[in-house]
């Protein structure tokens, strides 16, 4: 019981915790048996306050009734919140704790109440759901102890609650509610309760990144300030890093929801020298690791390579490197922008560029790789910053090989600047200097600047180093074989075997692939003794790893071999290795390197991490370089005599070959002799080929030609058809405009209707002087009747004259109307739909036109020929129009001619009326009785009406 | 980059029934022809444009086995779209819609668009659901129907775009608050409105009420 002594502190006295025990016993029986709320509602509260002192106590004994009360009592928010307050405070283990961190490896501690009492609680699984459902109670008192419990039943049982929220529904989605909750205390609770609901379970880190936590959480910061924030932002910051962590999918979603472009602002915090508070620290340096962790190297390299895009193009890369050449800001935070912009720009062509395009703001400005480069050979710069600009150079020069180039030409007598202080002339310093970790890092970092580059592996054997006075210069690849087998001339800082295993790394990275450099190397007679007596030695541990990169430099050495120098073909090496060292023996060695303690971490990730500057051996690439190479060195050394017969195999191949190859020459000769034949095939086409295209070019010209021809016709066409459709015009120009004509009808009409009446009244006239000669020939016959009758003769006679001269003119103006109408609607159909036609059948011969050119000639024929005929046409009807205007000249006489004789008509009868009327009055006077007229004329008023109202149809149908 | 709407869309369905094919191909315009069983769900986005308007799809490609159905129905609450996948090749994946369908509404928001997807139509041969008996279930429960292949690509352009176009009728009816990105609909940088957030919705009634 152990922990019971704990629990009480030794001050208590038995007596003390006896009287405890006995109250909560009591207390307990109270809440379970109590009818009274409130009497319950007093118990739970008393629990409550002795939760802290008899936690223990309270735990074992009133756990089930706290529960009870959680499940009954729930509309009574008090008690729910005394409830929960009790449960969180046996669960917790904050007041006994001194230093809760986030560290996962810390989270449980050994003598841990608050997880055994968590375990108790969450064996019932409804009391996680009954938890819950709690949390949607709105009231402060339930829902802030309820966040509390959780986070604490988080924390000790995580994957079990986790397991129970997830299937619980809708119960991730309604914890994320949280981040709404107005009320900050719960807001911020919340915030911890997510952290702990997000770890490591990567189901629910996703319904909570679907819910629009990044939204909420970004929102969150840029509200508290970002960088300059509180805790609160430190929290966020964790829970972001919760979601996006090894989580591809919620990595993919952030990016896909434009959000890195909301982290730039992050970063603005170059050179505002607002001090740089511990809070501030702590923030910019998680969201620097938030960064990382969307282009970290362990992510897919299409998903890693995506966000490094955006990470360009919204200005984030710019905002670090600012960072990185600003003044005044903490180590910490500078190491840490390093290996966030290594990592940005890593494997990223454009990044890389960029990158290799800032310039420090110095004076005279130097590149920033420059700059980094001295940190990284200054044994007074802190250790992790060194490592972050060694990360930052390998980076950049990760898969580019621009950049490789760039580097190593810094390097070269050619190209060399003499003034300026270059990449290339730090890293021969670090090289060369007496700090081993500036040796280790510098030849690391030229061997990045050779990996996978053939090319550069043999530039850089051109560079020679100027040595002492009087003495030949040296080349840079003699120089480090003679540090290496010079051994302790030097006095060095720092470890002996740093140095050399960095600069056999350098030698094997540099030999790999690349016979020359292999040639060069052995070219030294004085190098492969000191590797064979290096291997074959028996020295002790600390000495192992530097026998097996020999031995691993000699296998190089034999594998690349071209066997270009006689005394050190592969056959001779492996004769050595055989009676010098033992196959065994150097296979041994050479498994030296993997076996060796800090391989395997190393060979983990790209980024160079120690946990003390001893440590510091193995680089990441080199581990991948030696495991291909283990391989094939020890096939090659073992297999010697096998080789043999192989070799001898391939000569007897090589033989075959020779009938192989003389097969092929005789092919090949054929193939000539084809060549030729197209040769002058192709010689022959292509003459035919300008043939055709100058006599295309004649075509075309000759197109062109018809082509404008076919335009001046076409505009003259138009002209014409202008003339011929908008009869307006031409009718003006010969004074016989429609309006005339209609005007002419109207009068016709008019006279027409005069005419008719005339006619009609002349009939009525007729029948009255029937009538009256009907009552003159009843009566009595004298002269003067038959004098009177005379006279009525000869008017009658006269007056079928003048109808028939009437009838004659009629008949005339009908033909004239005929005329008219029938020209009129000749001149107006006369294009319209004929020139429509032949221009569609115009506009097909110009597509024809374009594919053959000699049908377009004949085409154009017919177009002038019917361009002719249309003319006459056109001619015909200008003429029609003026034969027309003739009539209408003749007609229009005719009309005043027919109205004179009208009027002389009507001179006649005003007579014949004097006539009738002095007649009817000679009747009268003779007694005859004689009808009234003013009937008849009444009526004639309504004849009237109606021929008007025939007019006004027939102008209708005129427009119609 | 820059979007006019955000919709963010799920597809269901049983196992097996090409649901990650289909976003793969729409994504990627790739096919899988190895079933990698879906574990939990899978993120997946892509730009389409309607109307002369760019919006951006986020698509959540859930797992159609039975034990991970309590994990994909934290979904459907916050989708404006779902795509109802199943296999014509097997009847059984087409009997289980109606499950799905009463899932899904009960789980999701009352607006949720939901396409009927008839999948794998390159296997006629293997077919046991006719094209008729998709379209009545669909004409039945109120579903926007089509058949599809992952594998041909077929029509799989058309149900992830048609489905846009209903979400994109149903905002311009003034159907989805817009405003509430628990919808599964958002306003994109350059669209929403100055002034107050909301005041979308609130400028509209506005100018209705000044005439
Ligand atoms: N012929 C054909 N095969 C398809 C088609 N779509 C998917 N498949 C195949 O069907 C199998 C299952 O496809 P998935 O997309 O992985 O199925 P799923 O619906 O995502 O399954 P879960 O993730 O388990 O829910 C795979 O082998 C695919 O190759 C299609 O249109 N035609
Ligand atoms: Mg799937």
Redesign the interface.
């Known amino acids: 019981m152990n922990f019971l002594r704990g629990v009480m502190g030794g001050q208590q006295t038995s007596g003390a915790q006896q009287s405890g025990t006995q109250t909560i016993q009591k207390l307990c029986d109270r809440v379970a048996s109590a009818t009274l709320l409130d009497d319950r509602r007093d118990a739970v509260r008393a629990l409550k306050s002795l939760s802290k002192k008899y936690r223990f106590d309270v735990a074992t004994q009133a756990m089930d009734h706290l529960i009870n009360v959680l499940q009954t009592d729930r509309s009574d928010s008090e008690i729910i919140g005394y409830a929960l307050d009790t449960l969180y405070n046996i669960m917790s283990n904050d007041a006994d704790e001194t230093a809760e961190s986030e560290d996962e490896n810390q989270q449980i501690a050994p003598d841990d109440l608050g997880v055994q009492f968590s375990e108790t609680f969450i064996n019932q699984q409804e009391n996680i759901t009954l938890l819950l459902s709690l949390l949607e109670e709105f009231d402060f008192h339930v829902r802030w102890p309820g966040v509390k419990l959780l986070t604490t039943l988080l924390k000790h049982q995580g994957p079990q609650v986790q397991q129970t929220v997830l299937v619980s529904p809708m119960g991730v989605s309604r914890l994320m509610d949280l981040l709404d909750d107005s009320r900050e205390v719960i807001r911020n609770d919340g915030l911890l309760l997510l952290q702990q609901l997000t770890k490591s379970n990567a189901a629910i880190q996703k319904i909570v990144a679907f819910e629009n936590a990044y939204e909420r959480l970004l929102d969150i910061i840029t509200e508290e300030g970002s960088s300059d924030g509180g805790i609160v932002v430190e929290d966020c910051l964790l829970l972001l890093q919760n979601l996006l962590k090894y989580n591809n999918s919620n990595q993919n979603f952030f990016k896909e929801g434009s959000y890195i472009q909301r982290m730039k602002p992050w970063f603005e915090v170059g050179d505002d020298n607002s001090g740089w508070s511990a809070q501030k620290v702590t923030n910019l340096h998680l969201m620097l690791q938030l960064v990382r962790v969307l282009v970290s190297p362990v992510n897919p390299p299409g998903a890693t390579n995506s966000c490094q895009k955006s990470m360009f193009q919204c200005g984030l890369l710019q905002q670090l490197c600012i960072i990185l050449m600003a003044t005044g800001v903490p180590a910490d935070i500078l190491t840490e922008t390093i290996n966030t912009v290594s990592e940005v720009i890593r494997g990223s062509q454009v990044n890389q560029d960029y990158f290799a395009s800032v310039n420090a703001p110095s004076n005279p400005p130097r590149p920033a790789i420059v700059v980094l480069l001295m940190s990284m050979v200054n044994e007074r710069q802190p250790f992790v910053l060194r490592c972050a600009v060694l990360y930052c150079f390998q980076c950049f020069l990760y898969k580019n090989e621009k950049g490789q180039g760039e580097i190593v030409a810094t390097l070269l007598p050619s190209t060399i600047d003499a003034n300026a202080l270059s990449a290339g002339q730090l890293l021969c310093g670090g090289l060369f200097s007496t700090d081993s970790l500036s040796n280790w890092c510098a030849a690391v970092a030229l061997a990045h600047a050779l990996l996978d580059n053939a090319t550069q592996k043999e530039q850089l054997l051109r560079v020679q180093l100027a040595t002492s006075i009087g003495n030949p210069p040296v080349s840079l690849l003699q120089q480090c074989t003679n540090i290496l087998s010079q051994g302790d001339k030097l006095i060095r800082r720092g470890s002996k075997v740093q140095t050399r295993v960095g600069l056999l790394m350098l030698l094997c990275t540099w030999l790999t692939n690349c016979p020359i450099a292999v040639t060069h190397f052995l070219h030294n007679a004085a190098n492969v003794p000191f590797l064979t007596a290096q291997i074959s030695e028996n020295l002790g541990e600390e000495e192992h790893l530097v026998q097996g990169l020999c031995a691993l430099l000699l296998g190089i050495c034999i594998y690349y071999n071209d066997n270009s120098l006689e005394n050190n073909t592969k056959d001779k090496l492996k004769q050595l290795i055989e009676k010098r060292i033992g196959k065994e023996n150097f296979t041994e060695k050479l498994g030296f390197i993997t076996k060796h303690e800090f391989y395997s971490k190393a060979a983990q990730k790209p980024q160079p991490t120690f946990s003390s500057p001893d440590h510091m051996l193995f680089d990441h690439e080199f581990t991948k370089l030696v495991k291909e190479l283990e391989v094939v060195i020890t096939k090659a050394i073992y297999k010697s005599s096998e080789e043999d017969k192989k070799e001898e195999e391939v000569k007897k191949s090589l033989e075959q070959h020779d009938s192989i190859v003389s097969h092929y020459k005789s092919i090949i000769r054929e193939q000539d002799i084809k060549m030729e034949e197209f040769k002058q095939t192709i010689a022959s086409l292509q003459s035919t080929n300008e043939q055709n295209q100058s006599t295309i070019s004649l075509q075309l010209g000759q197109i062109q030609q018809h082509k404008d021809q076919y335009n001046l016709l076409k505009v003259q066409l138009g002209k014409d058809s202008q003339h011929h459709g908008s009869q307006n015009s031409t009718t003006q120009m010969n004074g016989f405009q429609p309006e005339d004509v209609s005007r002419l009808k109207g009068e016709v009409e008019e006279l027409k209707r005069q005419q008719d009446i005339l006619q009609g009244e002349l009939s009525e006239k007729n029948v009255l002087i029937e009538s009256l000669q009907q009552s003159q020939v009843d009566g009595q016959t004298d002269q003067m009747t038959e004098e009177i009758q005379k006279e009525l003769e000869t008017l009658r006679s006269q007056l079928h004259v003048q109808s028939a001269e009437i009838n004659r003119l009629q008949a005339e103006r009908m033909e004239l109307l005929q005329k008219t109408e029938t020209s009129g609607s000749l001149s107006a159909s006369g294009d319209s739909s004929v020139n429509s036609q032949s221009n569609t059948e115009m506009e097909q011969k110009v597509a024809e036109l374009l594919k053959e050119i000699a049908g377009l000639k004949e085409h154009l024929k017919n177009q002038s020929e019917e361009k002719s005929s249309w003319k006459q046409q056109l001619d015909t009807a200008q003429s029609t129009a003026a034969i027309l205007q003739d009539e209408n000249q003749k007609l229009k006489q005719e009309v005043t001619e027919s109205k004179k004789e009208q009027d002389d008509l009507l001179v006649l009868l005003a007579d014949q009326d004097q006539k009738i009327f002095s007649l009817k009055k000679r009747l009268k006077e003779l007694g005859e009785p004689v009808e009234d007229e003013d009937d008849m004329e009444s009526g004639d008023a309504g004849d009237e009406d109606d021929i008007d109202d025939d007019d006004e149809d027939d102008v209708r149908d005129e427009e119609d | 980059?820059a979007y006019a709407y955000l919709f963010?869309y799920i597809i269901i369905g049983d196992t097996g029934v090409g649901k990650s094919c289909l976003l793969l191909q729409f994504t990627d315009k790739r096919f899988q022809p190895v079933h990698d069983l879906t574990i939990?769900?899978?993120?997946?986005?892509r730009m389409i444009t309607i109307d002369g308007k760019q919006i951006?799809l986020?698509i959540?490609d859930t797992a159609g086995q039975e034990s991970f159905r309590?994990?994909t129905?934290?979904?459907y609450?916050?989708a404006a779209g779902a795509l109802l996948v199943y296999d014509i090749t097997r009847r059984d994946t087409f009997n289980h819609l109606t499950t799905w369908l009463e899932d899904a509404r009960q789980?999701s928001n009352s607006n949720m668009v939901i396409m009927l997807i008839a999948n794998k139509s390159d296997l006629e041969s293997r077919r046991e659901v006719k094209k008729e008996e998709g379209e009545a279930f669909a004409r039945e429960h109120g579903l926007i129907f089509m058949e599809t292949s992952a594998k041909t690509a077929s029509n799989v352009e058309e149900a992830f775009i048609n489905t846009a176009k209903e979400i994109y009728e149903k905002i311009q009816e003034g159907v989805f608050d817009i405003n509430n990105?628990?919808n599964g609909i958002k306003i994109g940088p350059q669209h929403s409105t100055p002034g107050s957030p909301g005041s979308h919705l609130g400028g509209q009634q506005a100018g209705g009420g000044c005439c």
């Open positions: 980059m963010k939990g769900v899978e993120f997946g986005a951006k986020q959540w309590s994990i129905r934290s979904y609450r916050g789980h990105e628990a």
